[in-house]
């Protein structure tokens, strides 16, 4: 399996993703740069957390308009799977790969924390490594994390089984301020239509080895491997 990772100006979480996926893969990711025009053959693309261009005038946008990420696109209508993480989820809903927008949180403050996920989709090989219905531990670290949709959108993200993922308590239950940032129907993970390319705002990079105080976040990359290798 080959994977490739974008680094972008202000990208804070490539090589947390490249270790990740060493791990998970025996075998050294392609580190791209944003200003190359095109990628190398990969079968699996992540666009990595961080604060790209600074988050200047508003999160991903200008990432979106990076020369890679025309071929990022490219490759994703011809089906390559493509994972966007926290500033790269905001990329992937900038250049047109996933609905919807990543706005302020509710409470207008940067959060960062360890959240709990459960896993609503496990027919793809982003999510192949949990069960349907299997709570997570996984740190968040973002300013701009609340999801938001029309009714349609929602409507087609919740009867197509397209939300991959939802913020809740400990136990698998909503309230309680299980949802850490107004994210719309407690949404941290969706899919495109075809399955094929995902973004959440958790970062599972960062929870991926027991040194790092779990490991909840490695099956995400174990999973990819086993389903893409």
Not at 51 to 63: C, E, Q, W
Not at 74 to 84: I, N, Q, S
Not at 91 to 117: H, I, Q, S
Not at 157 to 183: C, E, K, M, T, W
Request: include cysteine.
């Amino acid at each position: 399996m080959k994977s490739a990772v974008i680094v972008f100006p202000g990208s804070n979480c490539d090589r947390d993703v490249q270790v990740a996926l060493r791990q998970s893969m025996g075998s050294e990711p392609i580190m791209v740069w944003h200003g190359d025009a095109a990628l190398p053959d990969a079968d699996l693309i992540v666009v990595p957390g961080g604060f790209s261009y600074g988050d200047y005038l508003r999160s991903g946008a200008m990432a979106a308009q990076s020369p890679v990420m025309r071929d990022v696109v490219a490759k994703a209508k011809t089906g390559v799977p493509v994972l966007g993480i926290c500033n790269g989820f905001q990329v992937l809903t900038e250049c047109g790969l996933l609905p919807g927008v990543l706005m302020r949180n509710a409470n207008l403050k940067f959060v960062c924390k360890d959240v709990y996920l459960r896993t609503e989709a496990a027919d793809t090989p982003f999510t192949s490594g949990y069960q349907e219905g299997q709570v997570i531990r996984i740190p968040i670290a973002h300013h701009d994390g609340n999801y938001f949709a029309d009714d349609d959108t929602l409507a087609r993200l919740q009867g197509d089984n397209r939300i991959a993922f939802r913020y809740v308590n400990a136990d698998g239950g909503h309230g309680n301020g299980a949802n850490p940032n107004g994210s719309l129907d407690d949404i941290a993970g969706i899919l495109n239509e075809t399955r094929t390319v995902m973004g959440l705002m958790p970062h599972p990079e960062r929870l991926s080895d027991p040194a790092l105080g779990g490991d909840d976040g490695r099956a995400m990359f174990s999973g990819l491997v086993a389903a893409l290798g």
